[in-house]
């Protein structure tokens, strides 16, 4: 009933910017001092000055730094595509869920994006349950009875319009808001946590819109299991339970 999707819905951890930043210049400066001490104490002995080392351990710093930031930086996970689970899933709804799933993918990216940055605490729980929202959404697009059904189908709009356009929507709300809750007047913080408060209660909103969903597809999930359960005692002969 439900493909694997653990790939497909974890996002990475992502490297702190102690790793990412600090590390390679640390390891450069290191690298640089350690270059300027070996070539300019030589440079003192012949008398040829200390320019040139100077500048050779500058340029073997910003190469050492610049190479270990290249390598230890975060990289973009590649979209997992949509993987048909059904026969037949009908064109229409195949183009629009793949285009949902990859703007879900990019939507989520956004939001660890926004968690890297200085983000006030205040927006993180917000962030959150966008985050969440996104994952149980694309978890349903990836369903069997989801595919199966047509574009027109209510369910289908509404899980297509939450990722490509509610969510994306909110999450623009967050980013306007998020600098004035540094803001030193204290009227523009208030405003900025009563907007905050409001898109949560969006995203709530929709997140009870998902749960319907996922109610009715549990739900036929658990009738194919009886009737196949049925059908097994039937054909063999069996009175245990399966």
Do not use: C
Request: glycine share 12%.
């Amino acid at each position: 009933m439900f493909p694997p999707t653990g790939r497909g819905m974890a996002m990475p951890r992502h490297r702190g910017k102690w790793l990412t930043r600090d590390v390679p210049i640390f390891f450069g400066g290191i690298l640089s001092l350690g270059t300027f001490v070996l070539f300019g104490f030589g440079s003192l002995v012949g008398g040829t000055g200390l320019i040139g080392p100077a500048l050779g351990a500058v340029a073997v710093g910003a190469a050492v730094a610049g190479g270990s930031a290249y390598l230890l930086r975060n990289r973009r996970p590649a979209p997992q595509p949509l993987r048909a689970v059904g026969a037949a899933v009908p064109e229409g709804t195949r183009a629009l869920l793949e285009g949902a799933v990859s703007t879900a993918m990019k939507q989520r990216r956004r939001i660890a994006e926004m968690n890297r940055r200085s983000t006030p605490h205040a927006a993180r729980p917000v962030l959150a349950r966008a985050d969440a929202l996104l994952v149980r959404i694309d978890a349903l697009m990836r369903t069997e009875v989801v595919q199966s059904r047509r574009p027109y189908d209510e369910d289908v709009m509404l899980l297509e319009g939450m990722s490509t356009r509610y969510v994306p929507e909110l999450l623009g709300a967050v980013e306007d808001n998020v600098g004035f809750l540094s803001s030193f007047t204290p009227g523009s913080q208030q405003q900025a946590l009563q907007n905050l408060q409001a898109i949560d209660e969006q995203l709530a909103a929709l997140n009870d819109g998902v749960d319907r969903i996922e109610s009715e597809v549990l739900g036929g999930a658990a009738r194919s299991l009886d009737v196949q359960r049925e059908f097994l005692r039937t054909r063999l002969g069996e009175q245990r339970p399966f």
